[in-house]
């Protein structure tokens, strides 16, 4: 019999096991941003089991609740001045986020833009916005934002009244703009323009409002791309792999257009972010200080997130900081326009993060805020980085995390492949997910297999057209690596991912079901005939679907595509599967379940099924979060704790003493 609290941790070892709804709870506090004149922060913190809209005031030490969403939440909060603020409000996940203004004080509050889900319903408001792009300099009453005001699909720049929500356009898109880049004094300057895969660097003339042609590169090929202006509105940071297999920074200068200065370079590692930086802790790959005026310095992500810096004062401060507080990564989120203040934002692989105020006049570092207060980092698991060679002799890189406190011996194994998949990677720091089965005993192994971000253009291009085929190859490689090390126990792998993730962990279980024990698929593609289908005929994203997935328009692609899917082959499973979708997901369809189900169904396999009504991809409502992995838990411990005994290709017979303990 077990002891009160205490559960049997797929093992001969009992562990403490930390609930469900502690590891998956909503942040405390997230999102912090200073107001332009540093005496406030907007911040988003739960309300009735929703994140809402929240005003910290810096001088009196107050924080004021600004709204109380019940059945949504908000996201991305943001300064639009110092008495008005915008966030977004989610739209039950079809990624379609309505645009809110709200005043400091909490009055005026008012939807400025819908959301393009509603384009078909009349009564809906500005229904073309895209997104915000930013503030006007001396201007409070208007703000820069995208919209496709001249063209559907092309995104405009224009003037949009905080207060009416009215758009005027101001700039005209010169062609499928991939984004807009703004100099520091907020003037629109250069764009990226993709045109089926030929990306041309396009300047605005300021005073012609001309548009002239930078450069170009095909995509996938030598080029470079703008990322920031420095303080002088003339030197870009730009982006550039001509003659490099990573992305290295360097500066160019606009009014001589010519010359690259190389900044900085990693011959491993992409010099920027991982994925553009988490949802909790946004960050770019320049770090800019206002009251100097400079970008003084870079962020990238390596086997965790690394800085070069460009200024003495950042670069000796970033070093007291890790002497006071090793093995974490000390982000600065913002620095006040005056000076006087920087928000950085400290976090681990076992710590969610900490929210401080540094006083750069003081020399004073305080606490303003910890993300999620109920987790002790004491008791969570470390993320090593790893690498490996593949089969072909490609080196891979990723992390291993091993559960706190057990030998590092025949232990049950989950493979955890990341979504995308091209141009996303894993990255060094706490995940919940991670945490989660790593207190639940399992050893985690998370690969950054070919076609991942941030690793060179090589890289990722290695991965294209190969779902399910070297790509899947590399996460078999990956469990073969860790089995031979004595890790993991062969007879306890698990798969379990999402989105590509759902797909790589159905394809494991398809094509190489004498891996694993179990898998979890959420979120997951299918059936690939009708996830690259469905861009037939369009003009959206066609050209990278043709590139990177498939041509179905050729024979051989079509065959391929149906090759790989693992709704034909449902029959080869011979393990138990958890599956979970929402139905509003606009990147996976809820057919892609529907299709997963029926396979399943027919054969005769075992699975369950869970669907959100309400969700997308990803189930954001915390208590929606909660359940499922609850049940994933449940599902782990009725599949794993003993294995499955498996028999012949097809038979699955249950272990009668998986349940003794």
């Known amino acids: 019999m077990l002891l009160a609290g205490v559960t049997l941790a797929l093992g001969s070892e009992a562990l403490p096991e930390i609930p469900v709804a502690t590891l998956f709870q909503a ?85 400025i833009a819908s ?15 895209r997104r915000v792009l930013g503030g006007i300099e001396g201007d409070e009453k208007n703000i820069l934002v995208l919209a496709n005001l001249t063209y559907r699909d092309w995104s405009d720049v224009g003037v949009m009244n905080l207060k009416t929500g009215v758009i005027t356009r101001l700039i005209e898109a010169p062609g499928n703009v991939d984004y807009y880049v703004r100099d520091r004094a907020g003037q629109v300057r250069l764009a990226v323009v993709d045109d089926r895969g030929l990306r041309r660097v396009l300047a605005l003339d300021p005073k012609t409002r001309v548009w002239s042609t930078l450069a170009e590169h095909r995509r996938g090929q030598p080029g470079w791309e703008p990322l920031d202006f420095d303080g002088d509105n003339r030197t870009l940071f730009v982006s550039s792999t001509l003659g490099r297999q990573t992305s290295a920074v360097y500066r160019y200068d606009l009014e001589t257009r010519q010359g690259l200065e190389l900044v900085f370079a990693d011959d491993i590692y992409d010099v920027r972010p991982a994925n553009g930086g988490s949802s909790r802790s946004p960050v770019s790959t320049t770090i800019y200080d206002p009251a100097k005026k400079k970008v003084v310095g870079l962020n990238y992500a390596a086997d965790r997130t690394r800085f070069f810096w460009l200024d003495e004062d950042m670069r000796n401060l970033q070093l007291k900081l890790e002497a006071s507080l090793p093995d974490t990564v000390h982000r600065p989120q913002q620095l006040a326009a005056d000076g006087s203040k920087i928000i950085y934002f400290s976090s681990s692989d076992r710590d969610p993060g900490v929210y401080y105020i540094y006083d750069r006049r003081r020399q004073k570092l305080d606490e303003l805020a910890v993300i999620k207060p109920v987790i002790n980092p004491e008791k969570m698991a470390a993320m090593k980085p790893i690498s490996y060679a593949a089969r072909d002799g490609l080196l891979l890189h990723g992390y291993l995390t091993l559960p706190k406190d057990r030998p590092a011996k025949n232990l049950p194994l989950i493979v955890h492949p990341h979504g995308g998949p091209y141009g996303i990677r894993d990255e060094w720091g706490y995940n919940d997910e991670i945490q989660f089965y790593a207190n639940r005993g399992f050893a985690v192994l998370q690969v950054d297999y070919r076609g991942s971000g941030g690793y060179g253009g090589r890289f990722q291009s290695a991965g294209y057209k190969k779902w399910g085929l070297e790509m899947q190859d590399d996460l078999t490689d990956g469990v073969q690596w860790v089995l031979a090390q004595g890790i993991a126990d062969p007879d306890r792998v698990v798969i379990s991912g999402a989105s590509y993730g759902g797909y790589a962990a159905m394809a494991g279980l398809t094509f190489t079901p004498e891996l694993y024990c179990a898998g979890i698929n959420y979120v997951g593609v299918t059936n690939l005939m009708t996830q690259w289908g469905k861009y037939k005929g369009t003009t959206d994203q066609l050209g990278v679907v043709l590139e990177w997935f498939a041509d179905m328009d050729k024979a051989a692609d079509r065959k391929r595509a149906f090759d790989t899917s693992p709704c034909n082959f449902a029959d080869r499973i011979r393990v138990p599967v958890l599956m ?67 028999i012949g290709p097809t038979e699955v017979v249950e272990n009668p003493k998986k349940n003794e303990d």
């Not at 991305?76 to 709200?102: K, Q, Y």
Request: aromatic fraction near 8%.
């Open 27 to 111: 942040p405390a506090i997230t999102s912090l941003t200073f107001s332009p004149n540093g005496k406030y922060i907007v911040c988003l913190v739960p309300h009735e089991r929703r994140l809402n809209v929240a005003v910290i005031d810096l001088e009196k030490g107050t924080k004021k609740l600004l709204t109380n969403f019940k059945d949504k939440q908000a996201t991305r909060p943001r300064w639009a001045s110092n008495d008005r603020i915008l966030f977004e409000v989610d739209d039950d996940g079809l990624e379609s986020f309505a645009l809110n203004a709200v005043n400091r004080d909490g009055s005026e509050p008012v939807m």
């Open 115 to 129: 959301g393009y889900s509603k384009a078909d319903t009349t009564s809906e408001v500005n229904v073309r916005f």
């Open 580 to 646: 979970a979708y929402g139905k509003n997901d606009p990147r996976v369809n809820i057919d892609q379940g529907h299709d997963m189900e029926a396979a399943l169904k027919k054969a005769g396999r075992v699975y369950e099924m869970i669907i959100e009504a309400d969700e997308g991809h990803g189930f954001r409502m915390e208590e929606k979060r909660i359940a499922f992995y609850t049940k994933v838990d449940a599902f782990l411990k009725k599949n794993v704790r003993a294995g499955y005994v498996k």
